[in-house]
């Protein structure tokens, strides 16, 4: 029986050939030459840059994408600010609304027990059942409510420093010359008055 060779053993990647290795350990050896700070500061060429910039298709479609959906979409949510402020607007107005509703319920339900039209008809219209006797009482306020007297008027005569008669003309020019709109009471009859032939 004939026994398995193995085939011939391949050099690693790692493993050099010991001729290599020397010349590597030869070009190691030499100095490393550093680039001049003129050669690194080299103008960039803007027509050079933009012609290695590739654009595919589906970046200038999805450009134009956004592009169209900010057009379409601004004035959209404008529109939908404008209208959410106008609903809030609105609902402060019916919860206003629905106030003046409850107190005036209420202000019904009141008008609807006898006992408070009795004693508003007693304080309002001073209504008295027949027998009853009511008196009136006159000054029952303190002293510090009731209303003062006026001083006297002086005896001495005081000088006016202005013409009158330039007033009094001014006053009656200003009122001759105001537009005053006559309201009309009722609704106006929509049949004109005949014409009067000329004549």
Same mark, same amino acid.
């Given at each position: 029986?004939?026994?398995?060779?193995?085939?011939?053993?391949?050099?690693?990647?790692?493993?050099?050939?010991?001729?290599?290795?020397?010349?590597?350990?030869?070009?190691?050896?030499?100095?490393?030459?550093?680039?001049?700070? &003129?050669?690194?500061?080299? @103008?960039?060429?803007?027509?050079?840059?933009? #012609?290695? *910039? /590739?654009? $595919?298709?589906?970046? %200038?479609?999805?450009?134009?994408?956004?592009?169209?959906?900010?057009?379409?979409?601004?004035?959209?949510?404008? &529109?939908?600010?404008?209208? @959410?402020?106008?609903?809030?607007?609105?609902? #402060?107005? *019916? /919860?206003? $609304?629905?106030?003046? %509703?409850?107190?005036?319920?209420?202000?019904?339900?009141?008008?609807?027990?006898?006992?408070?039209?009795?004693?508003?008809?007693?304080?309002?219209?001073?209504?008295?059942?027949?027998?009853?006797?009511?008196?009136?009482?006159?000054?029952?306020?303190?002293?510090?409510?009731?209303?003062?007297?006026?001083?006297?008027?002086?005896?001495?005569?005081?000088?006016?420093?202005?013409?009158?008669?330039?007033?009094?003309?001014?006053?009656?020019?200003?009122?001759?010359?105001?537009?005053?709109?006559?309201?009309?009471?009722?609704?106006?009859?929509?049949?004109?008055?005949?014409?009067?032939?000329?004549?």
């Amino acid at each position: 029986m004939e026994r398995p060779t193995l085939p011939p053993r391949r050099p690693v990647a790692s493993e050099a050939p010991p001729a290599k290795t020397s010349a590597k350990r030869v070009t190691a050896s030499r100095p490393i030459r550093t680039p001049s700070p &003129t050669a690194t500061q080299h @103008r960039v060429d803007v027509r050079d840059w933009l #012609g290695r *910039v /590739r654009v $595919s298709g589906f970046v %200038v479609i999805m450009l134009g994408l956004v592009v169209l959906g900010t057009f379409v979409l601004v004035p959209t949510v404008g &529109t939908y600010m404008d209208q @959410r402020q106008q609903i809030q607007a609105l609902q #402060g107005a *019916v /919860r206003i $609304s629905q106030s003046e %509703v409850e107190d005036l319920q209420m202000q019904r339900d009141r008008w609807a027990d006898p006992a408070y039209i009795r004693t508003q008809a007693r304080e309002r219209l001073g209504y008295t059942f027949p027998g009853e006797v009511v008196y009136l009482i006159d000054n029952d306020l303190p002293a510090s409510s009731t209303p003062q007297e006026q001083g006297d008027v002086s005896d001495a005569v005081g000088q006016t420093r202005t013409d009158w008669m330039a007033q009094l003309v001014r006053s009656v020019a200003a009122a001759g010359a105001a537009q005053v709109a006559v309201p009309t009471i009722g609704v106006p009859d929509p049949t004109p008055p005949p014409e009067t032939p000329a004549g």
